[in-house]
């Protein structure tokens, strides 16, 4: 079966979303244990082929995740994205992004991954509340997805360890109808491969 390809335009970046395959396990091995995302990453031990593998094969038959690979203009895969604990009955899933290479940091590429993604979720998969979970430290996630409506509630006190010392993790959600954005896509679908995303110019 073909992967689908979700395409996100703006007027200044480009991103592709495209479902993950096994010959991606050894990129997604090589961001997931990179300094820049195992510190912000729930995972407490270096990943190995053998973890990725297992996790991949979990991923094929597990309908409450649902994972892709992200791509820039160039179309160079640059992170992994997607939804993990999917709920259709009560119709909520939490949302993650990964951002491999400290090069495409800071480039609004994660905003873009996210828009994508909560209009996919709320349009597409029908949910109606979307959930994040964020270190404490991790500034820039916080100011991303603030910007995207999400709204902080709850604090989980000292749940994480790292650097020594206990951090909070932010949990965050946005609800369908906070999703002010949604009204700036044009969702085209393109026989049963091709969904199109597109960011319409706010004048």
């Known amino acids: 079966m073909q992967n689908k390809l979700y395409k996100m335009e ?20 090589n961001w997931r244990n990179s300094k820049g995302v195992w510190e912000f990453n729930t995972q407490y031990t270096l990943l190995n082929q053998f973890n990725q593998k ?13 994972m892709f ?14 939804f993990r604990d999917i709920n259709s009955e009560n119709k909520n899933a939490d949302v993650s992004i ?14 873009e991954t996210l828009n ?18 964020i270190f404490s430290y991790n500034f820039k996630s916080i100011k ?6 999400f709204k902080l509630d709850a604090i989980m006190r000292d749940c994480i360890w790292r650097n020594g010392k206990w951090w909070d993790i932010y949990k965050y959600s946005v609800l ?3 999703y002010k954005n949604k009204q700036n896509f044009e969702v085209i679908a393109v ?4 969904l199109k995303a597109k960011l319409m110019n706010q004048n």
Not at 54 to 66: R, T
Not at 69 to 82: L, R
Not at 191 to 194: A, E, P, S
């Open 10 to 29: 703006s007027k200044n970046k480009q991103i592709f979303l495209k479902k993950v395959t096994r010959k991606d396990l050894e990129k997604i091995k």
């Open 54 to 66: 297992q996790w991949y094969d979990e991923l094929l038959i597990n309908s409450s995740q649902k």
């Open 69 to 82: 690979i992200i791509y820039n203009s160039q179309k160079k895969a640059i992170g992994i994205c997607g």
């Open 98 to 111: 990964i951002l491999g290479d400290s090069k495409d940091r800071g480039k609004k590429l994660g905003t």
């Open 116 to 133: 994508l993604l909560v209009d996919y979720g709320f349009n597409k998969l029908n949910l109606h509340h979307i959930s994040a979970s």
């Open 144 to 149: 991303v997805f603030e910007k995207m409506n």
């Open 176 to 178: 369908s109808e906070e």
């Open 191 to 194: 026989g049963n491969l091709i």
